[in-house]
């Protein structure tokens, strides 16, 4: 039993707060307040009726750059109660594996941020063993004794029981735990059941991947059928894409054409990170270039940089999905069109092999299946295979 939020339909709704500098829908970090989230109204009430309702595990999917820790961010301040936010993918880049080191110290500073406005936590947490109070902080001293996770969730709860709160634990990226001495689905089940003060947001992309260490369908799993309230976020539309190009130029006083703003939005098709990135990086130095073709072309050499890093991980587990990739991303779709293509290409592979490789590219979200075509999923991972890979 679950609810499942999909949200397809964007309408523009109202003006952007201020213009003239303060609120940039084009910065390219995270957002991280209301003013500076562009539509998702839907997705943020999603989140916070869920929690007002006194839903405890909310999770939000969605392709990379789709805005999932933006969403995050600014519904936790939205919400204005007290939260600990830990992100996998930032630990898992540490040492390639999510060590209880690393994540000791990610938990302990976030503790500390949280003491340092709610101080009566500070009792609670000095009685987990393993965990001192100094000062005014807490300090882990794991060498002492290791602290239990869930002795500091007891306490948590114990804590935000006392004065009436809900606390919210997120992790943003929270796949990325399954590589990890910490067993997060384990944990989240358990405080799903004994903490009634404790609230859970996951968030992940790479979706097949991120479903699958959910387990919400897998009978080993400790999720199982667990309820939950899932927010799926999904591409601006066009006409979203346009409003967010419009407004966010004219942030920077850019005039710029409806041919212009035609093309952003055919290239980078309702990608928000893409589309903010590609913002930012036109008005910023961009503008100078006065041929259309050269201003793409530039920016998506700029932007290859980017993804060959995250791609160089995938190229590493087997150098054929180089060859899939590029297939895919130079217009053969069908399943045999692909197959043939690696043939071509001197790649020896059998069937079974090959379909285990197209499986992992739709779970990470690499590519994506529209009846029986195979289609890139990302514009500039596209122009990478066509042209770098
Ligand atoms: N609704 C929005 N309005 C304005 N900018 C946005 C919005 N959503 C996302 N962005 C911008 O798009 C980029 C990607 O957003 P964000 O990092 O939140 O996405 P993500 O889904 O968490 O990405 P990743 O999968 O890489 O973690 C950021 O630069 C962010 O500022
Ligand atoms: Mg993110």
Redesign the pocket.
Known sequence: MFLVYVVEKFKYRGEVSSIGGRYL???????KCRE?????DDELQAVLNALDRGDRFIVIK????????????VALSESKLPYIKVDG?RLYSEFGYITRDVFYRVLESELNRLVGFRKSLLRYLGSVKGISVLGSGVVFEPSKREPYVFEILDQLNEWAGRIGEKLILAF??AHYFRFSVIRLQELIASSLDRHEYLYFIL?G?EVGLFEEFLGFKDYESPLYGRYRVEIY?DR?TLEVSRR?LIE?FSQYNLNVSEEFIDKIIEVFDGL??????FG?WYATQGSIVKDLDIVFKKFLEEASGVVLNEISHLLKYSPRYRFILKAIARGYTRWSEIYRFLLLNGVKIGRPRYNVLLKKLLDYSYIKKKDDSYIMADPVIKYVAENKL
Do not use: A, H, M, P
């Open positions: 829908y084009f910065s390219v970090f995270e957002k500076d989230l562009f539509d998702r969605g392709v990379r750059r789709i805005g999932k820790s933006s969403l995050l961010n993918r943003d990226e968030t992309s976020l601006f967010f966010g928000v990170g893409w589309l903010s990135y930012y």
